[in-house]
């Protein structure tokens, strides 16, 4: 069961990665799957405790987070946009912002983590769905910065163009996503309950 | 990469329009922050801000009318 | 071979490291529920990476070029292939063994219910038995059609020269084995008794073994999904020129909507055994109603995936049924667009009904009345597949071989299962026959009537096919009738005595139901012999079968236009559709054209050598 690295073999396989109406849709398809499943746990979230929240949450931390996310979005959106039109600088810049800022978000999500261990740990009601969505969303954060730089290595040694970039795309595309699904689900955790 | 001024050009508008966006969208945030705090049992309320800022994500930066072409066209 | 042994040494190996760092990071003992958790993933990315992911594909990610496997042969199918005719293979044979597996464990729960009181099981070590035997069949339901026949027949049928994501097909396959181990490794950590649908509070104060269910059955759902993803992608992006949506054969149209099923509703069986596994080993209290928690939230999560579950894994039976009928009746279709129309009906409803499996549950009343009708609305869309059958076979010219006789087999057992299922829809006679065992006959009629004849009547159609070669008619309808007559004795004796107060899942029953219970135990070895013949059928034919030829059924639809089995990319031209694909008893009706050949897939072709078409008219 020898491997080799044919020539022909490289090639037939780059035409096969390159086919973005199936590239494509298969992401949106894998969004849509993925969009369930945030659905199972922001609904879980409203059976076991309806839109109830404890005095201590970090508001102030929270709407920084929001924030660092929605910024990290238009990085992600110039980056894109940057390959698009072969402007490779941009790109690369680009690209670092948005993985520095999702770094930064997962700090956030940490500091948040150790306060709410004191104030609502996992054995209360709130504190479940609290660490069940938020390290759900983080963790997607994390795979969304892995899925950046392995694009912006690939990008960085000249595998794109500007006719040329499913990868940056459906990556930028993930990245977006997961800031979809904190746009549920930070009122979810944070704004329902009022004040 | 052939006409550098033109995708200068190109690259500037789509960047605004994303620049319109995040805007918007940091408006949205914080006027929903503000009617979370303020509000009593502010459930109804937010959804409209969940449902404009989530249409503008799909719309705009994730290019949800690209699903319009995906048909492998022999249909 | 050496991919797989890669596979296995990259997989113990992944364990052991992810169990250990988090024994040093955490303490406690190396055997805790959260080690095993870890060393699971760290083991599962292990095995994937060994088999061939990571020279296929992750090599990519670093800039690297990937590295083909240049393998030939049988030793295809004990690695990393991402021709989609070789996985469909492999998911064949391994879920064959599983059903088998899942069998023997049928076998034993039977052999133990023979006779009242305590026999070769004491109560726990028959609920692991039981709640084995329920995952292992489970799974081959879900995933024996669609990861068989949905793979290989698909990108066939459709004119594609393979799946639109050959690579995930491949993952999509060899997450398969990671659950199989998972499952049968769970007696080292004292086994499962909490059943396949594994309610809490049992599931999360239970053995450890527990946790292997729900790290295994959670990979097997991101199997699920990802091959879902897969096929529809194919069929929406990879359609040969001219095939329209309105010219799909109808199996496909089965595996889109099955596929959508799956692809979407799944997340909810992960999610909520990923919370019994954050109860188990976070501290969560989802689950916990001392705490606040709520049992019934799993029992919502689990069954808004697990009703349309059922439809993933009878909707593909439909296609394969359908088009085995109508091929060999030599008719059309019988009103292909209802057909169609009703496919995506059931795929829609099957997520408003779930709530149907929890009328005693204690959840509100007000559910009661919109899922008891939600769930009889199903029917309606069933009966015109029904009636599709009915009316395709009706003055046909039926060529009566074994995959005939399955598919009409299969409207018959579906048709008892359909009927009992009124039953158990309606809340009033639900209340009384709730977990008794006219639930367990039922889904034994739906899933083993409408599931695993319909995997037959596929086996024995599409094999010519796949392996070139012919089976033994006349023993393929003899294991169709013996199968058949077992199948009733041991199931209709469990209406009965589920209308007569037995309890399913319960080791014991009360003396009186002692007879019924030893003749349907006697019925079930029976039954479950009928298995080796089909072993031997199979063997047989495939070494030493007659050859089979192109099209030995004058089928018409584009896997039959082909070699069998078919070359390595399916088509030596571009096929063109040019007409709809069940055009028989019209004349020049076409249904490709291939560059290059004259046309194929005539209307009415001349009936094969090798058998002749009953004249019923």
Redesign the interface.
Known sequence: MAMTTTPEAVHSRAEATYRPAANRLGLWLFLASETFLFSAFISSRFVVSGTDQPEHLNQGLALLLTLLLLWSSISAFRAEAAMAHDNRRLFHREMLTTIVLGALFLVGVGVEFNEALTDFPANTIYGSSFFMLIGLHAFHVLTGILALGVVWNLGRLGHYGSDNHWPVEGVVKYWHFVDLMWVAIYPTLYLFGGS | ?SDNSH??A??MT??QR??F??GA??VL?LV??VV????????LW?LP??VA??GL??E????SS??K????G?? | MRQLLRAVIFGILGYLIGATLTWLVRGGSLGDEVCVVFGYVVGLVGWLFGIGMGDTWVREWFGLPARESDVTGWKRYLGFSTDHKVIGVQYLATFIVVLLLGGVAAMIIRFELAQAGEGILNADRYNQVMSMHGILMVAVAVAAILGSFGNYLVPIMIGADDMAFPRLNAVTFWLIPPVAIGLLAAPTLGSFDAGWTAYPPLSVVNNGGQILFVLAVTTFGLSSILGGLNVITTIVTMRAPGMTWGRLPIFVWAAFAASMISLLTTQFFAASLVLIAMDRVAGTVFFDGGAGGDPLLYQHLFWFYSHPAVYVMVLPGFGLVLETITHMSRKPLFAYKAVVVSLLTIAGLSVIVWAHHMFTSGMAEYLHGPFMFATEMISVPTGVIFLSAMATLWRGKLWMKTPLFFAMIWIFQFLMGGVTGIFLADVVTDVSLHDSYFVVAHFHYTIMGGMIFAFLTGIFFWFPKITGRMINDRLGIIFALWLTIGFQLTFLPQFWLGTNGMNRRIADYPDQLEGANLFSSISAFFLGGSFLLLIYILLSAARRGPKAGDNPWNASTLEWQVSSPPPEHNFSGQPTVVGHPYGYGTADSRHAEFAGMTAVGLAEPEQAGTGEGGDNE
């Open positions: 990469m995708d200068t190109g690259l789509v960047i994303g620049w966006t995040a969208l940091a945030t929903e922050y979370a705090t303020t509000v009593d049992a502010p459930t937010l801000f969940i800022k989530g994500i799909l705009v930066f994730m290019h690209d699903l072409t995906l048909d492998g022999n249909a």
